[in-house]
């Protein structure tokens, strides 16, 4: 793409960088606390129930308080976006974009302010901070420019007497619903995609990091995106989320998330409500069980170096991250002590120093993880980490089992934090069978040297973003267009070519000259 190019990430260890994000830090400190009101068109709304956000990091630490919608909220917001679509529905393409262009540069103007907040509400440490931050401002320049893309289809097939043109329309109101393991950069990334095509939304962020979907919501205000197109609403998803995503003008979900609520949504949404008059659309990104494959020809020092790196990037909370390694038995002991030599090295402590690893997000998944750790007592050897740490904020260390069956559950299932499985298999045939026993098919990679191996991964390793040679995580926008298969969800691939036609519907118009 033209005029298109990532934003490069911040190197940390040039000093002036280092005090930039720290004094960033001390100045979002100066701003935790705060209360965030709804804001459902031009309304400011302040509720008594309140989401309290906290550092995962410290507890005991507000990072602020959200107003938490109430289902007469939920239908004022949509409403209200179904009222704002007749207006924005009809503004220009490129009007549409340039808010994004706007919101983008000013980001990148405020990017370590921006990162502040997710070291404080998400527990991200400076580098996977500011690479959400990047991705932010990826995801708005990106859809940015596939809209002036799309506002110039191309032209049709001509036939005499006729004059024929194809044009992209918007759908409607739709619902966003994000996660909050990249609570900038999916958040964002969701929302403006939604709007630069057209259609107005509800935003109902994730209730652990609603503070920082506030601040992008200041931004958009500051740009002047018209009041009513992003309709701010924080919310538990069980209490309001089934009722936005039934209602009869939602016409649209996007989603990113686990696969069960994911599987819900598009339950829910295939249903018709009274009155309603189309069949709701679904983008539903949901959760994966990735596996690394080492076979016997591969560089075992770059392949340990790949999985750590997936593993336990930020406490193994991303939907990409290797939850498996699938070792030939060749190399098997070998890779063992590489990755448990790296492994072992991982410093554990607050993000806003900037150590390698911190906290997981919330007390309910530090115990999830924790009792899948018993688990995997059960089904493998336990040889590294497999407790919490300390006793402030919510720390898990890096944990590695062995000899895990491929069937075992630890093995299947997604955990969704710093828990790594050894799988050992016979050959690279047997490698391929496993990492496709899962339901899932989000990400993977394969360590090899051998072409053969390649070739038959590219066509057998049954994942939407497959990789070689490299670590299964940090997919860029435009780059590595992002979306799994299975119950990975829909494979809408964000950040790709395809994605703002999933939020638009095409007419043809067809004139008769003569
Ligand atoms: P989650 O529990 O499914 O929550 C995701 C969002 O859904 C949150 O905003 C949540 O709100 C909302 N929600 C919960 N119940 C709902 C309902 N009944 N109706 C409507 N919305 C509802 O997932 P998460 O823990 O935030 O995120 C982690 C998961 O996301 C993992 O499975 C991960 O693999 C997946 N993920 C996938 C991708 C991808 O691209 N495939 C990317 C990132 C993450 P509350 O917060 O209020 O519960």
Redesign the pocket.
């Given at each position: 793409m033209k005029n298109f190019a990532n934003e490069p990430f911040t190197n940390f260890a040039l000093s002036e960088n280092a005090e930039a994000i720290k004094s960033a830090i001390a100045q979002v400190r100066q701003e935790l606390g705060k209360t965030y009101p709804l804001y459902i068109g031009e309304e400011t709304i302040y509720n008594d129930d309140l989401i309290i956000s906290t550092n995962p990091a410290n507890e005991n630490e507000i990072i602020g308080k959200v107003a938490k919608a109430n289902l007469a909220q939920a239908e004022q917001a949509i409403e209200t976006a179904y009222a704002t679509f007749k207006s924005w529905s009809k503004v220009e393409a490129e009007e549409r974009a340039i808010y994004l262009f706007k919101a983008a540069e000013r980001m990148r103007q405020r990017k370590h302010y921006f990162s502040a907040w997710l070291i404080l509400e998400s527990g991200k440490n400076w580098a996977e901070a500011d690479a959400d931050t990047a991705e932010a401002i990826d995801f708005m320049n990106f859809y940015a420019h596939e809209m002036l893309r799309y506002a110039n289809p191309p032209e049709l097939i001509p036939v005499n007497g006729e004059y024929n043109k194809m044009k992209y329309v918007p759908l409607g109101v739709g619902v966003v619903?994000?996660?909050?393991?990249?609570p900038l950069a999916?958040m964002a990334g969701m929302t403006v995609a939604s709007v630069v095509t057209g259609n107005t939304v509800v935003l109902?962020?994730?209730?652990?990091t609603p503070v920082i979907a506030a601040k992008f919501m200041e931004l958009l205000q500051e740009v002047g995106l018209p009041s009513g197109v992003v309709n701010y609403l924080p919310?538990?998803?069980?209490a309001?989320?089934?009722y936005?995503?039934s209602h009869k003008l939602t016409r649209f979900i996007n989603?990113?998330?686990?696969?069960?609520?994911?599987l819900?949504?598009s339950e829910?949404a295939a249903k018709v409500a009274p009155g309603q008059k189309w069949i709701k659309r679904v983008a539903a990104?949901?959760?994966?069980k990735d596996s690394i494959i080492v076979d016997e020809t591969a560089d075992l020092d770059k392949a340990a170096q790949g999985i750590v790196a997936s593993a336990f990037g930020f406490q193994g909370?991303?939907?990409?991250a290797c939850s498996r390694a699938i070792v030939v038995e060749s190399v098997y002991e070998e890779v063992i002590e590489k990755v448990l030599a790296l492994a072992s090295k991982l410093a554990m402590g607050l993000p806003e120093e900037n150590f390698s690893t911190g906290p997981v997000?919330e007390k309910r998944?530090m115990e999830k993880i924790l009792e899948y750790i018993e688990i995997g007592k059960t089904e493998g050897t336990l040889v590294l980490g497999g407790e919490r740490f300390g006793n402030q904020g919510w720390f898990v260390r890096p944990t590695i089992f062995k000899d895990i069956a491929p069937t075992a559950r630890i093995s299947l299932e997604?955990i969704?934090g710093p828990v790594l499985a050894l799988i050992k298999v016979k050959d690279f045939a047997e490698a391929l069978a496993v990492v496709n026993n899962t339901e899932y098919g989000?990400t993977g990679s394969l360590y090899s040297r051998n072409r053969e191996n390649i070739a038959q991964a590219k066509e057998e390793f049954n994942v939407g973003n497959l990789y070689f040679n490299r670590k299964c995580t940090g997919a860029l926008v435009g780059v590595h267009p992002?979306?799994?298969f299975n119950m990975?969800?829909t494979c809408s691939k964000?950040g790709g070519y395809d994605y703002l036609g999933l939020l638009m519907q095409m007419k043809i118009t067809s004139e008769t000259l003569g």
């Open positions: 619903i994000p996660p909050w393991n990249f999916i109902k962020p994730a209730s652990a919310g538990s998803g069980g309001i989320g089934d936005l995503v989603f990113t998330g686990s696969k069960e609520v994911g819900r949504i829910l990104e949901m959760g994966g909370q991303k939907c990409s997000i998944a997604e969704f989000l992002f979306g799994g990975s969800g964000a």
